[in-house]
């Protein structure tokens, strides 16, 4: 595992990673963690947050042999371009991960709810290289091939245009955003505005989608968003790469997005406050 800072001491100090799941049951892995890669691999899994991609990405390139792949399991839809344009075209598979988890100290997982993670050739279809992906993963994942990835990856962001934003600047968890009815509806209507954004990347998302996404999840309701914990430790979020991402693509269709501006701005004011302090 690459890493740096406090996440890279506390890996190298335990060398495992300690996982504690919902019901207090611990287990761990052992791990190898450094600062850089010390030799090439066949596969090369990219899961910072969305913001750090472009400094991260050519690094990750220099470490993927020739006939190998990156992959890019990450928030927001647009981290798979950034890859390839520092490892060449389609070098970089898609996947996403649908997952209630957080990290109370370094090198310590702590998984609340779900666990689905998807991966796929953003191409479409389930083409050579997403099933030798998949057969790399799947003896140790709990991993389905998508057909098409990049459908999944923009129902995923319904999800994180829904809840992330809201929940980071009010502190509510998913479950308390939609148990007012006020607060629900934004939900929807921030899950809408993608939905419109996504019609003018040829994505067909639809009501439907957003019926899936909002209802209601018993295994997400206590759960807060990486959003709002992020602002909690103080650090930049991911906006660009979500609410930021529709309202950047609004302007640019003539989409007007008015729930997702009005959440982007309330983000960037908390997160600014927290980089002050």
Known sequence: MIARGARLEGLAR???????????????APVHAASEPADVADLV???TKSHHT?????????????????????NGVENVAHLDRAAGRRRTLAGLAFVGLWIPEP????????????????????TARARRLHALL??????????????????????NIGFNALCAVTGATAGEALA???SRALVREAMREAVAIAAGHSIA???????????????????????ARDLDESKRVEREALCGFVVREGRRLGVDVPVNRVLDGLLALQEARGLAA
């Open 14 to 28: 335990r060398g495992r990673v300690s996982v504690v799941e919902a019901d207090g049951r611990r287990w761990s």
């Open 45 to 47: 899994v990219v899961t």
């Open 54 to 74: 472009p400094e991260v990405a050519e690094m990750a390139a220099a470490a993927v042999a020739p006939s190998g792949a990156l992959l890019s399991l990450q």
């Open 107 to 126: 090198g310590v997982v702590a998984h609340g709810a779900e666990g689905a993670v998807k991966v796929g050739d953003p191409a479409g279809g389930a």
């Open 138 to 159: 799947a003896p140790s994942w709990d991993v389905t091939l998508s057909e098409d990835i990049v459908l999944d990856q923009w129902r995923k962001l319904l999800w």
């Open 180 to 182: 007012v009815p006020e």
């Open 205 to 227: 998302l639809t009501e439907r989608d957003v019926d899936e996404m909002a209802a209601h999840n018993e295994q997400l309701r206590d759960y807060r968003p990486s959003t």
